[in-house]
């Protein structure tokens, strides 16, 4: 199994860029995830946001591996408590399916995109480079949850 994330945009801060590391180190290999960034369709004056959007969904599908499961990052897909992205983890390592997770620009992902499932880290809108960290993060609390560490400190019966 390999995780990957392909994230629309390359010039992060520092600051998303040491926080992505830092959570990413914490995880052992296999799921670790590998990040790679995919730069944005060129915004020029009298372009189209749905021609961009276009573009950025052909680079985001000819980068993703043939038969891995693939979840958008989207504010329209299911919230997922912590435990239940553990639990999904766990699902995925038995499967030992590749899986892609698909951020997209800052328009969006192209609409005609059809990962396996959306995933909506909150109904608020996030900064993408704000998204990486906050992934990185749930990434490494549901492995740490799975793996029995002390690192999450969710509601106790």
């Known amino acids: ?51 961009w959007r276009a573009e950025e969904g052909r680079r985001l599908r000819a980068a993703t591996p043939q ?29 030992g399916q590749d899986l892609v997770f698909w951020i997209g620009g800052p328009d969006g992902l192209d609409p005609g995109l059809a990962p396996s499932w ?11 480079p704000v998204v990486r960290v906050v992934l990185a993060e749930q990434w490494y609390r549901a492995w740490s949850i799975q793996a029995g560490l002390p690192y999450h400190r969710g509601e106790k019966e």
Do not use: F, K
């Open 1 to 51: 199994m390999r995780v990957q994330v392909l994230a629309l945009g390359t010039r992060m801060p520092r600051w998303v860029q040491e926080a992505v590391a830092e959570y990413s180190a914490r995880i052992p290999p296999p799921l670790r995830p590998m990040w790679q960034s995919l730069p944005l369709a060129s915004r020029r004056p009298g372009g189209s946001v749905a021609r």
């Open 67 to 95: 038969g891995a499961e693939v979840i958008a990052l989207d504010v329209r897909g299911r919230a997922l408590g912590s435990e239940e992205l553990a639990q999904r983890l766990e699902d995925w390592r038995e499967r």
């Open 118 to 128: 959306r995933w909506s880290l909150s109904p608020l809108t996030l900064a993408h």
